[in-house]
C-alpha cells in the first residue's frame, strides 16, 4: 500500500478541510436502535443563516447514512427555511483516494525524482513515467503536489437552504444508519431442587457506524420491522458467556405501533468501534418446572408420508436412532410470576450453583419477542442418565388408505430418583388410537403426548395401535 509524506498531507489537509462555519455541534442527539443492524438518529443543532441561499456542512455523522433518509427540519422557522438540494458527501481524504484523483498529474518519490502517475490505485500496482520516458513500474509514490478537490476529512451532509429569515435557527437532522444494533441476553440461576430461578436481563449494544453518539437519548425498538431492501448483516457482538450478577433495569418499556420500545432513563455515549452491555431487567424467585420429554422421531417424522410417490406410509421403518431424552425448563411471563416485562428475542444461558457452591453452566436456548403473560420453554441440554427407545412391532395394511401401526416406547431412569417423562408421538390424516397400554393427551392435530412415572433404576414401556386414514 502506498503512504503519503505525512507533513505534506497534514498540510493539504489543513487547506481542504471543509468549514462548518454558521453550524454548531450536536447539542442533543436520540438514537432509536432497531434489532436488525440499524437505526434511526435525530440530531439537533443551531445554524446562523443569511436571507436568500445558505450553504451548510455538517460532520460528525454516521458513515453508513442511508442517503435516501435523510431528513433537515428548521424547527424554529419551519416556513421560512427550504431545502433547494442535499448531498451526502462521504469520498474520504485517504491515500489511494487521493492519488485515484491525481492521475495525469506528476507525483513524487522518496528519492527526489518525480514523474507522471499514469494509472489508479487497485490497478495491480502504480504505473508512474519519468521526465527521461522510462516507465516505474509498481512505484512507491510518497508526495503529491496538491489535495483534488472533492475529498472530505469526514463524512459531510452538505445542504442548500433558501432562507426568509437570518439569524440563529434551531434545526434537527434525521437519518437511518446501519452499523448499529442491539440484541438482549439473558442469564438464569436454577436453585437447587430446579423449582426456581433468578433472571437478569443485559442489551448488548454495538456501533459500527463509523460515528459516536455523545450523551444521547437511547431507545431500543423491538419487533419485526419491515424494510424493503434488506441489509447484510454484519456480527458485531463479542461473545459474553458469563453469569452477570443482576442489576437495576434501566429502561422504561412501552408499547408502540405494533412494538415495544425500551428507553433508557439516562442518557449514555455509544463510542465508534464499542461494544456497550446496559441491564435491561431483573427477576427473583421466577417458578420453572422442569421436564424431561422424550421425542423419538423427532428427527423425521415430518416424512413418514409423502403423497403421490405411490409409497405406503412408513415404509421401510421399524426402529428409531434417536435415544435422547430432552430437558427444557417451563416457566410463566407474567407479573404473578416475579416477571411480566415484554422480553425482546435473545439468547438465554443457564447456570445452577454446584453442591461446592460454584456457578456451573447448564444449558442455553434462544426465545423469540415474547409478551407477558406468555410461556417460554428453554430447551438447555439432554439428560445424560435417562434413555430412550422407540419401534414399531406392528404394521398392517386393513385396506386401501387405511392401515394400523403397533408402537413400542421404552424409557430407563437410571436416576437415584423417580422422574416424570413426557413421551410425545406425531400422528397424521385421520387418526385414531385403538389400543394403547397409557393414557395420553391431545395436544394438537398431530401430536399427542403420553406423561408416564419412570421409577429410579427402572424401565417404563408404552405400547399403542395407531389406526390411520389417508
Not at 468549514?19 to 434489532?35: F, L
Request: glycine residues 8%; charged residues 25%.
Amino acid at each position: 500500500m502506498r503512504t503519503l509524506c505525512y507533513v505534506i498531507l497534514l498540510s493539504l489537509l489543513g487547506a481542504a478541510a471543509c468549514s462548518a462555519a454558521g453550524v454548531s455541534g450536536p447539542q442533543a442527539i436520540s438514537i432509536t436502535v432497531y434489532n436488525d443492524n440499524f437505526a434511526l438518529v435525530k440530531d439537533s443543532r443551531t445554524v446562523q443563516l443569511e436571507k436568500g441561499v445558505n450553504a451548510i456542512d455538517v460532520e460528525d455523522v454516521s458513515a453508513q447514512i442511508d442517503a435516501t433518509s435523510v431528513l433537515f427540519k428548521c424547527l424554529s422557522a419551519p416556513n421560512g427555511v427550504t431545502v433547494l438540494e442535499q448531498n451526502y458527501q462521504y469520498d474520504l481524504i485517504a491515500p489511494d483516494n487521493i492519488l485515484r484523483k491525481l492521475v495525469g498529474e506528476r507525483v513524487w518519490f522518496d528519492d527526489g525524482k518525480s514523474g507522471i502517475l499514469l494509472n489508479p490505485p487497485g490497478s495491480g500496482g502504480l504505473v508512474v513515467k519519468t521526465d527521461d520516458g522510462k516507465l516505474v513500474m509498481n512505484a512507491s509514490v510518497r508526495q503529491v503536489d496538491r489535495m483534488p478537490d472533492g475529498l472530505r476529512p469526514k463524512p459531510t451532509l452538505n445542504w442548500m437552504l433558501a432562507s426568509d429569515v437570518s439569524g440563529e435557527q434551531k434545526t434537527e437532522i434525521s437519518y437511518l444508519t446501519s452499523g448499529v444494533s442491539w440484541k438482549a441476553d439473558y442469564v438464569a440461576l436454577v436453585n437447587a431442587d430446579d423449582s426456581a430461578l433468578d433472571l437478569s436481563g443485559w442489551v448488548t449494544l454495538a456501533n459500527t457506524s463509523g460515528a459516536t453518539y455523545k450523551d444521547a437519548k437511547l431507545t431500543l425498538m423491538a419487533g419485526d420491522v419491515r424494510r424493503v431492501q434488506e441489509q447484510a448483516r454484519r456480527e458485531m457482538f463479542k461473545n459474553v458467556d458469563m453469569a452477570m450478577p443482576a442489576a437495576a433495569p434501566q429502561f422504561e418499556e412501552k408499547s408502540f405501533f405494533e412494538y415495544h420500545i425500551y428507553t433508557m432513563a439516562r442518557p449514555t455515549t455509544i463510542a465508534q468501534n464499542e461494544t456497550k452491555q446496559i441491564s435491561l431487567l431483573g427477576a427473583s424467585n421466577v417458578n420453572v418446572v422442569k421436564r424431561y420429554i422424550y421425542d423419538g422421531r423427532k428427527t423425521w417424522w415430518g416424512y413418514w408420508y409423502r403423497p403421490g410417490r405411490g409409497e405406503d406410509p412408513g415404509r421401510g421403518y421399524d426402529t428409531s436412532d434417536y435415544h435422547k431424552v430432552n430437558l427444557t425448563l417451563e416457566f410463566k411471563n407474567s407479573k404473578e410470576n416475579h416477571m411480566g416485562m415484554p422480553l425482546p428475542k435473545g439468547k438465554i444461558r443457564v447456570y445452577k450453583l454446584d453442591s461446592d457452591g460454584s456457578q456451573q453452566f447448564i444449558g442455553e436456548d434462544m426465545i423469540d419477542h415474547t409478551p407477558r403473560n406468555e410461556a417460554l420453554k428453554l430447551y438447555i441440554g439432554d439428560a445424560f442418565d435417562v434413555v430412550g427407545d422407540h419401534k414399531r412391532i406392528n404394521y398392517t395394511r386393513i385396506a386401501d388408505g387405511v392401515y394400523e401401526e403397533t408402537f413400542e416406547i421404552k424409557i430407563r431412569n437410571h436416576k437415584e430418583s423417580d422422574i416424570q417423562v413426557s413421551v410425545v408421538e406425531h400422528v397424521w390424516g385421520d387418526w385414531s388410537i385403538t389400543a394403547k397400554s397409557t393414557e395420553f393427551k391431545k395436544i394438537d392435530a398431530s401430536t399427542i403426548e403420553f406423561p408416564v412415572k419412570v421409577a429410579k433404576d427402572g424401565e417404563t414401556v408404552i405400547t399403542y395401535t395407531l389406526r390411520t386414514k389417508w
